[in-house]
Nanobody
Framework: QVQLVESGGGLVQPGGSLRLSCAASGSIFRIGVMGWYRQAPGNQRDLVATITSTGSTKYADSVKGRFTISRDNAKNTVYLQMNSLKPEDTAVYYC????????????????WGQGTQVTVSS
């Protein structure tokens, strides 16, 4: 009923920048918290950044000052601007959204995107 589609990943040199986008579509009434998570091979999926519908943000310590999360509520889209990228930022980046559907029920469901690969290497 809801799809989250990430885009913007790729290969970048250390010190470079990338901007990830995640667009949600489907039978959406409202989206609460949206966020970005990442998972490197052999590791668990970790929080990168989250943003509420009113714009409050939270970041992992490892990305503070380098990454910026933002969202466009009218487009049901969340962004992640990544600057000063490091090899340790290499991972699959996943988008997450907490969604209330247009089904008349006050129930929130968490949806995940399929992930986009970010590789930081020279």
């Amino acid at each position: 009923q809801v799809q989250l589609v990430e885009s913007g990943g790729g290969l970048v040199q250390p010190g470079g920048s990338l901007r990830l986008s995640c667009a949600a579509s489907g039978s959406i009434f409202r989206i609460g918290v949206m966020g970005w998570y990442r998972q490197a091979p052999g590791n668990q999926r970790d929080l990168v950044a989250t943003i509420t519908s009113t714009g409050s943000t939270k970041y992992a310590d490892s990305v503070k000052g380098r990454f910026t999360i933002s969202r466009d509520n009218a487009k049901n889209t969340v962004y992640l601007q990544m600057n000063s990228l490091k090899p340790e930022d290499t991972a699959v980046y996943y988008c997450k959204g907490v969604v209330q559907l247009r089904d008349g029920r006050a129930v929130q469901t968490t949806y995940w995107g399929q992930g986009t690969q970010v590789t930081v290497s020279s």
